[in-house]
């Protein structure tokens, strides 16, 4: 995909820039498939999950080199072992807090996606939101499984009914979940190294993938 670029004519928007546009839509750590089919159904353009597997692996080894030489990396989510967690893209420029991923992480970070792109959705912006978009497409592949966000035919979902639904949920688990990930974030911030905030402490399965870029900071 090509996009305006000053007076040199266009330029190619790397997977990075795609991936920073979906996960900032988001607001919450992804997977690579998720960060693909937002940015495919909000943004256009072929951007695959297959092209995200490696892209943390090269944004550590950029921050090795030269620390905090961009103005943001795609860094990794951290578990409750101070871990990268695996598969779950972030932005370096999150607060700690929001890149941690506690027990109830997974279904906030759901929830909180399904939210944004039923607002994005709502919002316009030129976002083809028929029933066959591929915006629809990926809300209805969420409303179903958030209870009450669907409608009990097949047509498209509400946007509106979907996000009803899934802050009715959050309200259950988002104050419990923010405890959580603060509780997480205190200890990232005392026990661990400017790289490792980012890109979480090497544990016996990442030790292999990070002996090309040296030890992390601890």
């Given at each position: 995909?090509?996009?305006?670029?000053?007076?040199?004519?266009?330029?190619?928007?790397?997977?990075?820039?795609?991936?920073?546009?979906?996960?900032?839509?988001?607001?919450?750590?992804?997977?690579?498939?998720?960060?693909?089919?937002?940015?495919?159904?909000?943004?256009?353009?072929?951007?695959?999950?297959?092209?995200?597997?490696?892209?943390?692996?090269?944004?550590?080894?950029?921050?090795?080199?030269?620390?905090?030489?961009?103005?943001?990396?795609?860094?990794?989510?951290?578990?409750?072992?101070?871990?990268?967690?695996?598969?779950?893209?972030?932005?370096?420029?999150?607060?700690?807090?929001?890149?941690?991923?506690?027990?109830?992480?997974?279904?906030?970070?759901?929830?909180?996606?399904?939210?944004?792109?039923?607002?994005?959705?709502?919002?316009?912006?030129?976002?083809?939101?028929?029933?066959?978009?591929?915006?629809?497409?990926?809300?209805?592949?969420?409303?179903?499984?958030?209870?009450?966000?669907?409608?009990?035919?097949?047509?498209?979902?509400?946007?509106?009914?979907?996000?009803?639904?899934?802050?009715?949920?959050?309200?259950?688990?988002?104050?419990?979940?923010?405890?959580?990930?603060?509780?997480?974030?205190?200890?990232?911030?005392?026990?661990?190294?400017?790289?490792?905030?980012?890109?979480?402490?090497?544990?016996?399965?990442?030790?292999?993938?990070?002996a090309a870029?040296?030890p992390p900071?601890?």
């Amino acid at each position: 995909m090509r996009r305006g670029g000053g007076g040199d004519g266009l330029r190619l928007v790397t997977v990075r820039e795609q991936a920073h546009q979906a996960l900032t839509l988001l607001g919450v750590p992804a997977q690579p498939r998720l960060i693909a089919a937002v940015r495919e159904a909000f943004f256009g353009g072929g951007l695959r999950g297959a092209q995200l597997t490696s892209l943390r692996r090269d944004e550590e080894r950029s921050f090795a080199s030269s620390p905090y030489g961009r103005p943001y990396y795609l860094c990794a989510a951290l578990t409750d072992r101070l871990s990268p967690a695996r598969g779950l893209l972030a932005v370096s420029t999150w607060p700690l807090e929001q890149r941690m991923v506690g027990p109830l992480s997974p279904r906030v970070h759901f929830l909180t996606c399904a939210v944004a792109v039923a607002e994005r959705m709502t919002a316009g912006h030129g976002v083809d939101a028929g029933p066959d978009s591929g915006a629809a497409r990926l809300l209805a592949r969420m409303a179903r499984n958030i209870p009450g966000g669907a409608d009990l035919d097949i047509g498209p979902p509400d946007p509106a009914r979907v996000i009803e639904a899934a802050r009715a949920e959050l309200a259950v688990h988002a104050e419990r979940d923010t405890r959580d990930r603060a509780e997480l974030a205190g200890r990232a911030a005392a026990q661990l190294g400017d790289r490792a905030r980012l890109f979480g402490a090497a544990t016996l399965s990442t030790i292999g993938d990070r002996a090309a870029t040296g030890p992390p900071a601890i």
